[in-house]
């Protein structure tokens, strides 16, 4: 995921967005709602903290699942280490956002005239116990 600033920082980080049969809607979107931590009824009562809701019941979030970053994952939704999505949310609560999805699968079939929505190096990232023990060391 690439992240852009008005103030002209940028980030870059590694996501899990929908596994085969389950795919990430493509388009631009805005936010509809943003939640400090919803719990998904649907998946087992999941944790899914810093959701941004952008189509439906598609939003980008903070996972336990940190291993899974990277490579497709998950129910279509985008997932983000823990201190990412604390991050992306505080940064489209003060100033909105455009939502841009597009691309293919990493490492797999690729349509040549879309890039990859997300590719980065596999590296440990922190837990969700780990971040809500201090939600501001980004380490």
Known sequence: MRVATGAGESYQWP???GRA?????????RPIA???MVHS???GNAPTPHSIFF????????TEAVGDLGRP?????????PANAAALYALVSREGATIQIGGGIAGG??????PVLAQ???RRTRTLRQWAADPLNNR
């Open 15 to 17: 996501i899990s967005s």
């Open 21 to 29: 049969g389950y795919p990430t809607p493509r388009g631009a979107f």
């Open 34 to 36: 943003l939640y400090p």
């Open 41 to 43: 009824a649907k998946y």
């Open 55 to 62: 189509f439906r019941q598609y939003a980008i979030h903070g």
């Open 73 to 81: 994952a998950s129910h279509g939704c985008i997932r983000l280490a």
């Open 109 to 114: 079939a690729r349509r040549r005239a879309s």
């Open 120 to 122: 980065a190096p596999h």
